[in-house]
């Protein structure tokens, strides 16, 4: 039988082995990958789920998220085309598509990133003038990411966008351009308070206008109705005058009737204004006829 030593010591010696088999099973989380090296040589990258390297031989040299990834870079001083400093921080957005390139591509990769970011930036704002900068950031936004992300093939790594974060002129700068600003929105101000006036100044010329047209239109419709009126109070009594010439035409009157009716109506028109009345010779017999039965009548 062995002794009791040997055993524990054989015990022992299980337990190392599988401790140390245990230890070189690894698990890649989800977007991961992990460069593995062997005997010092890149030998593969893992992905997603379980792997076991060989102890002491291969060794996980990087683990690399493959996320996507933002970095926001102080800002940087630039000079524009007219000679005018400023100040751009910029936020990057990439992501690792290849973990052996981003492992062995370029030492400290997100610094590189931020130098490649700093020189293109001055490159690109040297070209333009200060009011082009300050109204073309997108225009900035896609040249920067289209330089970037085909300088970082190399890296492994793909830039996806860039954001000018800020964009900060000298102070003084800032002040002539909220002046100028503050002038351009009073002058729109003025222009909005003319054109308020010359509506309202129309408005009113056209009610009056109106006004006036309805008035005349009123006056006109109110002469029209009088002068029917009058035509046919007119009509009425020519109407009249018919109606009883018809009567009497229709009655036979005698000819003393039809003096007597002239008569009364030359005492209608005597009570008028009239100063000198004719009368016929019929109708002055039957006056003096009139007279004298008169008489006779009171000495009776």
Not at 51 to 80: G, M, R, Y
Not at 98 to 107: F, H, T
């Amino acid at each position: 039988m062995p002794e009791p030593m040997s055993v524990v010591l054989i015990l022992v010696l299980v337990l190392i082995v599988i401790v140390v088999l245990i230890s070189n099973i690894k698990i890649v989380p989800q977007a991961s990958s992990y460069v593995v090296e062997r005997l010092g040589a890149y030998h593969g990258s893992w992905g997603t789920g379980p792997h076991a390297k060989i102890p002491f031989i291969d060794k996980i040299a990087k683990k690399v998220s493959l996320k996507e990834q933002v970095i926001d870079f102080p800002p940087q001083p630039v000079i524009t085309k007219d000679n005018v400093t400023m100040q751009i921080d910029t936020v990057v957005y990439f992501q690792i598509t290849d973990p052996k390139l981003y492992a062995y591509g370029v030492e400290r990769p997100i610094s590189a990133i931020e130098n490649l970011t700093a020189t293109t930036l001055r490159n690109i704002i040297g070209e333009l003038e200060l009011d082009h900068t300050l109204t073309s950031r997108d225009v900035i936004n896609t040249k920067i990411r289209s330089i970037l992300d085909e300088a970082t093939d190399a890296w492994g790594i793909k830039v996806n966008r860039v954001e000018l974060k800020n964009i900060l002129p000298p102070p003084e700068i800032q002040d002539s351009m909220e002046k100028q600003m503050k002038a351009e929105r009073e002058r729109r101000a003025s222009i909005l308070d003319a054109e308020g006036q010359k509506r309202s100044a129309i408005l009113i010329a056209e009610g009056e206008k109106e006004s006036a047209i309805l008035r005349a239109d009123a006056a006109k419709q109110a002469k029209i109705l009088e002068a029917e009126g009058e035509a046919q109070a007119i009509l009425n009594v020519q109407k009249a005058l018919a109606e009883s010439l018809k009567m009497l035409n229709e009655a036979a009157p005698s000819d003393s009737v039809i003096a007597l009716k002239g008569l009364e109506a030359f005492e209608k028109a005597a009570d008028g204004k009239a100063t000198k009345i004719i009368i016929p010779s019929e109708i002055q017999s039957l006056a003096g006829l009139a007279a004298s039965l008169k008489e006779l009548m009171s000495e009776k």
